[in-house]
């Protein structure tokens, strides 16, 4: 029998994030990182495998994303911010060490967490973006009318809006 998912609101850095767990971490703890634009549920499939594997499973939804605060509107969020979510998160949960999986837009932050944090860091898999240590522009690699580019037109709703209205 699959073990239930277990939902709770964590304050990190000054936002409520919603996080999803399962299982005992008797052999450590998985940490997955969604794309965009995506939620945690992206995960359920494999957070369920990894603890029925004796890990303990954690997807959170990105500042913003899903269940989670959004920033202020005037806040930007950088990439620097979504790597100390992760360290928040770790914190109040008591991890010490943890493998990150980043899918998409949760790849960055995933390969920039254990160059950070090379401590707190078992190991990193990482699915559509490859590592890549120079820095780069992504508005100037990406063509004209691409989809990530297309959601940060300012007249767009935020996109929390379009996953509740998915959800409910």
């Known amino acids: 029998m699959a073990q239930e998912i277990e939902h709770t609101h964590l304050p990190i850095r000054g936002l409520n ?28 499939h494999q957070m369920r495998a990894v603890a029925a594997a004796g890990y303990r499973a954690i997807a959170p939804d990105c500042r913003g994303y899903g269940l989670s605060e959004q920033p202020p509107e005037h806040e930007e ?21 943890a493998f990150l999986v980043g899918k998409d837009f949760g790849a960055m932050p995933a390969y920039e967490f254990a160059l950070q944090h090379p401590g707190r860091t078992l190991g990193v898999v990482c699915l559509g973006i490859p590592f890549n240590p120079a820095p780069m522009s992504f508005d100037a690699i990406m063509p004209e009318g691409f989809y990530i580019l297309r959601w940060r037109v300012r007249s767009r709703p935020p996109l929390t809006a379009y996953i509740q209205l998915l959800l409910f």
């Open 77 to 97: 969020v950088s990439p620097d911010d979504l790597i100390a979510d992760v360290l928040g998160i770790l914190d109040a949960l008591s991890v010490p060490k």
């Open 17 to 44: 994030l919603h996080v999803a767990q399962v299982g005992t971490g008797e052999l450590g703890t998985v940490v997955f990182l969604h794309g965009f634009p995506e939620i945690w549920y992206s995960w359920r």
